[in-house]
């Protein structure tokens, strides 16, 4: 049984940095793309980066350049840090994991990807 994990929501001023995890477990396959997505009160959840097996990363215009996604193959464990926040950062986010790459390098939407965490809620205030 696959099982994700988030970690490391809160809430936090603009400017300042998060960095959530996601840790994964029960997962057997060889290859995978591992994604963050995010949903705010209202608005369809939101793709915004993407990494596979190989370590290629896929980002949405929204977040390049303010946000890194990043793993630990050891501990089974996917990042995203998060600087320089702005309120219209905050929302529930998610974890997503599916067995195909070519999913990450497309950046596919939520409903393409097969696994899910519960998700951790990041809230930033002005």
């Known amino acids: 049984q696959v099982q994700l994990v988030e970690s490391g929501g809160g809430s936090v001023q603009a400017g300042n940095s998060l960095q959530l995890s996601c840790t994964i477990s029960g997962y057997t396959f060889p290859t995978f793309c591992m994604a963050w997505f995010r949903q705010a009160p209202g608005k369809e959840r939101e793709g915004i980066a993407w990494?596979?097996?190989?370590?290629?990363?896929n980002y949405a215009d929204s977040v390049k350049g303010q946000f890194t996604v990043s793993r630990d193959n050891t501990k089974s464990t996917l990042y995203l840090q998060m600087n320089q926040l702005k309120p219209e950062d905050s929302a529930m986010y998610y974890c997503?994991?599916?067995?195909?790459?070519?999913?990450?390098?497309?950046?596919?939407?939520?409903?393409?990807?097969?696994?899910w965490g519960q998700g951790t809620q990041v809230t930033v205030s002005s």
């Open positions: 990494i596979d097996s190989g370590g290629n990363t």
């Open positions: 997503a994991l599916d067995q195909w790459e070519w999913k990450c390098k497309r950046g596919v939407g939520a409903s393409d990807l097969r696994y």
